[in-house]
């Protein structure tokens, strides 16, 4: 899987990061999953290759603005583009009468059914490919993490069982290779059936704002990537006296070597943190904080980078 950052700030955009959301792209490179969906979310879009139509999900993770006011725009946008697939949306109940609303009073049709799902009840989402699970965080308001895991990933023919259901080499082989269903012997064959992963599944998980990031525990462990926020540096807080309900990169680090997280994705930054570090406080403080606590492969999230999931589990 691949991630790739449409708005890396925290509350309000900058010159160069806008607010928050972010992008999980399967394996195959095509259909994707959007997790919030802050202002100007569509604009990111326009600079990369993701297109609305092949979007198979969005996951909001609180009621926040910069988490969830983009999406009027983006679905109007995806119903101008001609898409005709549902869309399932999963976010607190209290957006679903807003995003309504929004959306009758601007008298914007949809060419596509949308699928309104609480995140409180949620329990687990899946396609095919991706399952969906939920974490609860802590913040000022309810917050949740979203836990991708993949199915059946690069799925191949499981042949010794092709062998011994009679199914004969050639177009049916092909054909359940394919994900297609077949008929053999007067009985329809269902590809799942025969089809097994090549490697483990991955194993990704994108979180709201949280000021506990011990409340992860349950689903971090040996976890191939986590995207979390570090809103604040430790002298930051200790000089203010106040976290907002927020991390900052030394708490999220100290868990993530805890929890033996393969790649930690730190974004969700104060607009106070500079890109220059040759001012103060800069980006780079955040990440020499998170450094200092963590020994795996870090990365600083930056706006429009995409960034692929290795065969050997690194992000880079």
Not at 34 to 39: I, K, N, Q, S, Y
Not at 158 to 181: H, M, T
Request: aromatic share 6%; net charge negative.
């Amino acid at each position: 899987m691949d991630l790739q950052f449409l708005g890396t700030s925290a509350g309000v955009p900058t010159k160069a990061r806008n607010v928050t959301g972010t992008a999980v792209i399967e394996a195959t490179g095509s259909h994707w999953y959007l997790v919030d969906c802050g202002e100007a979310t569509q604009h990111q879009l326009l600079y990369t290759s993701l297109s609305i139509r092949d979007l198979r999900g969005v996951f909001i993770t609180h009621v926040h603005g910069d988490h969830c006011f983009g999406l009027p725009g983006l679905l109007a946008s995806a119903g101008m583009s001609g898409r005709t697939r549902p869309l399932d949306l999963i976010m607190p109940a209290a957006l679903h009468d807003w995003l309504r609303l929004s959306l009758a009073v601007s008298e914007t049709y949809l060419s596509f059914e949308l699928r309104l799902l609480a995140v409180e009840t949620l329990g687990t989402w899946h396609n095919d490919n991706i399952q969906v699970s939920t974490v609860q965080l802590s913040h000022r308001v309810p917050s949740h993490g979203y836990v991708f895991t993949e199915i059946n990933p690069e799925p191949r023919l499981d042949i010794p069982r092709l062998e011994a259901d009679g199914i004969p080499r050639g177009p049916l082989w092909g054909e359940l290779a394919q994900g297609n269903p077949v008929t053999h012997a007067g009985r329809e064959l269902n590809p799942q059936d025969y089809l097994r992963p090549s490697r483990p599944p991955r194993r990704i998980i994108v979180c709201g704002d949280n000021d506990t990031p011990a409340l992860l525990a349950g689903v971090a462990q040996g976890a191939d990537a986590l995207v979390h926020e570090a809103t604040f540096t430790q002298p930051i807080v200790e000089r203010t006296q106040m976290t907002f309900g927020h991390s900052t990169a030394a708490e999220v680090a100290r868990f993530a070597e805890q929890a033996g997280v393969k790649n930690l994705v730190l974004t969700h930054f104060s607009a106070r943190y500079q890109p220059n570090p040759q001012r103060s406080p800069s980006i780079e403080d955040v990440r020499q904080e998170a450094q200092a606590h963590y020994s795996g492969n870090l990365i600083l999230a930056q706006d429009l980078r995409r960034y692929h999931m290795a065969r050997d589990g690194r992000l880079a």
